[in-house]
């Protein structure tokens, strides 16, 4: 056997880390990637085209609690390599499509393997595995993970211009194929036979803990927060270009602050891992969400002082990057390894459903009070959520 704090730094996590950033790339960012080419080539509006991944999102929320529930059965390795052929071959039935239906049934397949492969299983996996040593882990899949987005832009663009649209999906279907499936397999099963894990709980006894955590306080108090600061994450980054534009600045200044946050995640969880030892996770996550509040109100005033959108640009990415490495901890830490799956898809549910309903919300309110209203309803989330 091979202690938790040495298997969390082990290559079979950076082979999980290249996983998850090929899973992300395919399943996930695909949409943001060949959207335009779509519109040009199928003649289909932006509004039938989101129709896709919101619907993806909205079979993956009430998905997350049974594949956690699978994870607390011991079937973690299963799903993430399973679940990554399925995307591989929904893929497939995306790069076929004729009509809006076959587009929209290919995404609901998309949604069922994001339900299956991604962050969240995988961390649901890691706690199971590694228990409190897991935060060092998901610090170094999440690290790589953010350079899904860098990887699909650019990639999807040059293989769009090569081989077409459906081309550009069958290669990364191909990728997750034998790239993604194999690597991601290897690192899962891998890290199953290595972690010195005792005998898993019982059904009965992960049922009373999983109904034992919907009982408590806590529980929805962390669903509110993760919930808020989902919400508002979404609210601010889809919609941060027309906010600049309206604040006086130019697209190009916009989009470049746009760009800002995803490279601040990384830089984010970079901080994270050089202090992981010295900073306790309920620290870090005050600090993380403090910070969420503090870059709005940066923001608001960023219409006299550009520099100031920078400075928001970078706290807001490292917080929530730090964010997403702090929360599969979090939960473990107040609400108990046991049950851990199951209880972090219930909890996972809400930010999974704000993330959804994030671009009506937000173009309600700048069609309404506009952004005024946006950074007030921004304020009001990262404040909850830090109450």
Partial sequence: MIAPDELARSPAVWGLAVGQTLGYACLYYVFGALILTWQADLGWSKAALA????????????????????????????????????????????????????????????????????????FAFLVRRLGPDARAAIVRITLIGGFA??????????????FGWRGAVSIAALVMIFVLVPVQGWAVFRLRRDAPVGTAESEAADRIAVSNALRRPAF????AALAAISLDHWLLVQFMVPILTDQGHSVGFAVTIAALIGPAQVAGRLVLLTIEKTLSTGRAMLIALAGLSIATGLLMFAGVTPWLAVIFGIMHGG????????????????????????????????????????????????????????????LALSGAALC
């Fill in 51 to 122: 129709l896709g991944p919101t619907l993806a999102v909205l079979i993956a929320a009430p998905l997350a609690p049974v594949m956690g529930r699978l994870v607390d059965r011991g079937y973690g390795a299963w799903l993430l390599t399973g679940g990554a052929a399925f995307g591989a071959l929904a893929l497939l039935t995306l790069g076929r499509i004729e009509s809006h239906w076959q587009y929209l049934s290919a995404w609901a397949m998309i949604g069922v393997a994001q339900s299956a492969c991604l962050y969240e299983v995988s």
């Fill in 149 to 162: 987005g860098t990887l699909a832009f650019p990639a999807g663009a040059l293989l769009s211009d090569a």
């Fill in 220 to 223: 929805w108090a962390l669903g």
């Fill in 319 to 378: 917080a929530i990057g730090s964010m997403t490495i702090l929360r599969p901890v979090v939960i473990q830490a107040v609400l108990g390894q046991a049950g851990y799956g199951a209880i972090a898809g219930f909890i996972q549910i809400g930010p999974l459903l704000a993330g959804a309903a994030a671009p009506i919300l937000g173009a309600t309110l700048l069609a309404g009070p506009g952004i005024g209203g946006v950074f007030a309803f921004s």
